[in-house]
T-cell receptor
Framework: GQNIDQPTEMTATEGAIVQINCTYQTSGFNGLFWYQQHAGEAPTFLSYNVLDGLEEKGRFSSFLSRSKGYSYLLLKELQMKDSASYLCAVREEDGGSQGNLIFGKGTKLSVKP | DAMVIQNPRYQVTQFGKPVTLSCSQTLNHNVMYWYQQKSSQAPKLLFHYYDKDFNNEADTPDNFQSRRPNTSFCFLDIRSPGLGDAAMYLC?????????????FGPGTRLTVT
């Protein structure tokens, strides 16, 4: 079966660092995506990992461990505008219907002053 | 500069009254997707088109249909909306369902069923 787990909610303080974890159990693995979704808006792409290790992009970094079925999104120097839901999504296979993304329920992050 | 456009942004329909949601894209992507998303839930894939090939998810109700008359446009038809169909409907596009090709989402249509 397919299962993607993320914490439901997190709270952090402006200027701090927060780590949002994602664990997955899927029949295959061909990449993991992180999306940001502000309330009532569409998801926007943040990062993509297919090999183990850390990918850094400005204030946001994403880490992957394929052997552990684990990823995290790291947000540094938090800003109020980072308050949003963060969705983890896995691609099981390359191409065809199995190439579609399987989304987690998302982690709602609240950044407080 | 909008790349994936959805109309309308808000749609109110009556129980049982057919409704059509539309999506267009300027990215010339091969794949178009329709998702249903309810509050605090993951986006649920309903179906997707890879070029003209239609792919229905196994658990998508028969009440939901889709059309893709050309590369740019895709429609979601709900034949007899029920109260449980009230949700945000997201359209997304992608070059291909492979590799690092991410999906680009439209702003969504929020459907209310009265």
């Amino acid at each position: 079966g397919q299962n993607i787990d993320q914490p439901t909610e997190m709270t952090a303080t402006e200027g701090a660092i927060v780590q949002i974890n994602c664990t997955y159990q899927t029949s295959g693995f061909n990449g993991l995506f992180w999306y940001q979704q502000h309330a009532g808006e569409a998801p926007t792409f943040l990062s993509y990992n297919v090999l183990d290790g850390l990918e850094e992009k400005g204030r946001f970094s994403s880490f992957l461990s394929r052997s552990k079925g684990y990823s995290y999104l790291l947000l540094k120097e938090l800003q109020m505008k980072d308050s949003a839901s963060y969705l983890c999504a896995v691609r099981e296979e390359d191409g065809g219907s199995q190439g579609n993304l399987i989304f987690g329920k998302g982690t709602k992050l609240s950044v407080k002053p | 500069d909008a790349m994936v456009i959805q109309n309308p942004r808000y749609q109110v329909t009556q129980f049982g009254k057919p409704v059509t949601l539309s999506c267009s894209q300027t990215l010339n992507h091969n794949v178009m997707y329709w998702y249903q998303q309810k509050s605090s839930q993951a986006p649920k894939l309903l179906f997707h088109y890879y070029d003209k090939d239609f792919n229905n998810e196994a658990d998508t109700p028969d009440n939901f249909q889709s059309r893709r008359p050309n590369t740019s446009f895709c429609f979601l038809d709900i034949r007899s909306p029920g109260l449980g169909d009230a949700a945000m409907y997201l359209c997304a596009t992608s070059r291909a369902p492979s590799g690092s090709n991410e999906q680009y989402f439209g702003p969504g249509t929020r459907l209310t069923v009265t």
